[in-house]
């Protein structure tokens, strides 16, 4: 049977990281690439967040219904890591939807306040950048390292 859940958490894994640097690249730079104004760039950052904040619900509740292809029979280790990346899960999609809201608010606010709300988006998108890299890394560590979801090959 088909699991989405490894190619729907990858999205928002890689939307995260990609904000993150065009976030970066906007705030902390004047370089214009190709004339695109700092005003769309801007733009696609929080169109890139928001996207971020539902593909990352999308995958986390995806991830309930992949943990059914994972047997935990027996395996303390495994079902601790399974608990870890779940726990870990669930604060990636918590810190990514408070990063997609306060950067909701700082383009709602106005000017005299935004720096704040721009300040707090940033930490909470660092933030969130590093929690949900964790959170992927320990998704690889159950698929690489303990073939979770993984079915066997039968010999030949």
Not at 58 to 82: D, I, W
Not at 86 to 106: E, N, Q, T
């Amino acid at each position: 049977m088909f699991d989405p859940h490894p190619f729907l958490a990858a999205f928002p894994i890689v939307l995260v990281v990609v904000t993150l640097l065009l976030h970066f690249f906007v705030s902390y730079t004047s370089f214009s690439p190709c004339g695109v104004s700092r005003e769309c760039l801007e733009q696609i950052v929080t169109f890139q967040i928001f996207t971020a904040a539902l593909f990352g619900i999308v995958a986390f509740f995806s991830g309930y219904f992949a943990n059914g292809y994972v047997t935990l029979e027996g395996e303390g280790a495994l079902a601790e890591l399974v608990a870890t990346h779940h726990a870990i899960g669930r604060l990636s999609m918590l810190f990514i939807l408070c990063a997609a809201a306060f950067r909701a608010v700082s383009c709602i606010s106005q000017r005299e306040r935004r720096r704040i709300w721009d300040m707090l988006f940033t930490v909470f998108l660092v933030l969130s950048t590093a929690i949900t890299l964790y959170a992927g890394s320990l998704g690889g560590a159950l698929v690489f390292e303990h073939g979770a979801g993984v079915s066997l090959i039968d010999n030949l």
